[in-house]
């Protein structure tokens, strides 16, 4: 069974601190990867997606891919009150059309 | 906006009603999505649909009946449901093509679901 694993949190650290969620995956065959962000009551809104070992830069926030460690990290720098919310790790097991498969969710609480 | 809206936006229900929640997607998009997430729980997946096929049904209770009629709108048929049901039903869509950028999903801003 493929599995997505996250820590359930929360995660609290101060405004203006680096925030870093991490995720690992089961499937080792596993090609795409996505960060979603979800506030409390809201849906899912993507944020990043990685596809190659490595980092992926966007403003503030970075992905970082291993696939030989099967871990797919999210940082966060400059931490804002406004990114308190719950980070969702998903995993593509395959390439094409197959489902995501989600993890449970980091609950962020950055505190000013 | 994502591209993705549902109707109704809340929702209250007696167990021997007969309701239906609507998605549709305005991104040109061939796969859509239900899941389903309570409180305090991570997302389950129900069904999926791509270019009009249900491709997947994730053992979701009969009371839940989802239809496709393009590919541009999936609805989500609810009878005799359970308290247990009230949740959060959330749509989803993606390119539904065999290309990394197609495996996206972008979500709809959800029906709150009320069982009483």
């Known amino acids: 069974q493929k599995e997505v694993e996250q820590n359930s949190g929360p995660l609290s650290v101060p405004e203006g601190a680096i925030a870093s969620l991490n995720c690992t995956y089961s499937d080792r065959g596993s090609q795409s990867f996505f960060w979603y962000r979800q506030y409390s009551g809201k849906s899912p809104e993507l944020i990043m997606s990685?596809?190659?070992?490595g980092d992926k830069e966007d403003g503030r926030f970075t992905a970082q891919l291993n696939k030989a460690s099967q871990y797919v990290s999210l940082l966060i720098r400059d931490s804002q009150p406004s990114d308190s919310a719950t980070y969702l790790c998903?995993?593509?097991?395959?390439?094409?059309?197959?489902?995501?498969?989600f993890g449970k969710g980091t609950r962020l609480s950055v505190i000013a | 906006e994502t591209g993705v809206t549902q109707t109704p936006r809340h929702l209250v229900m007696g167990m021997t009603n007969k309701k239906s929640l609507k998605c549709e997607q305005h991104l040109g998009h061939n796969a859509m999505y239900w899941y389903k997430q309570s409180a305090k729980k991570p997302l389950e997946l129900m069904f999926v649909y791509n270019f009009k096929e249900q491709t997947e049904n994730n053992s979701v209770p009969s009371r839940f009946s989802p239809e496709c009629p393009n590919s541009s709108h999936l609805f989500l048929h609810l009878h005799t449901l359970q308290p247990e049901d009230s949740a959060l039903y959330l749509c989803?869509?993606?390119?539904?093509?065999?290309?990394?950028?197609?495996?996206?999903?972008?979500f709809g801003p959800g029906t709150r679901l009320l069982v009483l």
């Open positions: 990685i596809y190659s070992n």
């Open positions: 998903a995993v593509n097991p395959n390439s094409g059309n197959t489902p995501l498969v």
């Open positions: 989803a869509s993606s390119q539904g093509q065999s290309s990394q950028l197609a495996e996206t999903q972008y």
